[in-house]
């Protein structure tokens, strides 16, 4: 579980590294005013060219990578939600990298957060402790005649 783990915080990290760089790049490029085809030419023609925008990208194909493994190796119950976390390393970067103000009544969400993921982590614990106490010994060979 712990390479799992690692994986996860690893992923995680590049998931709030990435939407960080993706923001600024978003901000500098400027929104798209009217929806048509020359203003929606001139965003992308931007985006494609922006290094915050292709940084932020890169980050979360990152994530994205990290996702397909630990998805391949454990279960959707216990992995999908952990990726919450990624909402409290985005808030943490958002404030520290971006220096946006953000409100306490934010912060308790970011807390629970942080509660429904220990607790989900919590339970993965038990149901491995479990699984190892239910698993049968090991048979001893048997004594050469």
């Known amino acids: 579980m712990t390479k799992i783990l690692a994986i996860l915080i690893a992923?995680?990290?590049?998931?709030a590294i990435g939407v960080v760089f993706l923001?600024?790049?978003?901000?500098?490029?400027?929104?798209?005013?009217?929806?048509?085809?020359g203003e929606i030419w001139r965003a992308v023609k931007a985006g494609v060219t922006n290094a915050n925008i292709?940084?932020?990208v890169a980050l979360e194909a990152a994530f994205?990578?990290?996702?397909?493994?630990l998805l391949s190796r454990s279960d959707v119950s216990f992995i999908w939600p952990l990726t919450a976390m990624g909402f409290v390393l985005t808030t943490l970067t958002a404030k520290f990298i971006l220096q946006e103000d953000i409100p306490p009544l934010r912060w308790l969400g970011v807390l629970?957060?942080?509660?429904?993921a220990g607790i989900i982590t919590y339970t993965e614990k038990v149901k491995e402790r479990a699984r190892m106490e239910s698993s049968p010994a090991p048979a001893l060979p048997a004594p050469p005649r």
């Open 11 to 15: 992923g995680l990290v590049c998931e």
């Open 23 to 37: 923001s600024k790049g978003l901000k500098q490029i400027g929104e798209v005013k009217q929806v048509n085809a």
């Open 54 to 56: 292709l940084l932020g």
């Open 64 to 69: 994205f990578v990290a996702l397909l493994v």
């Open 112 to 116: 629970l957060i942080m509660l429904g």
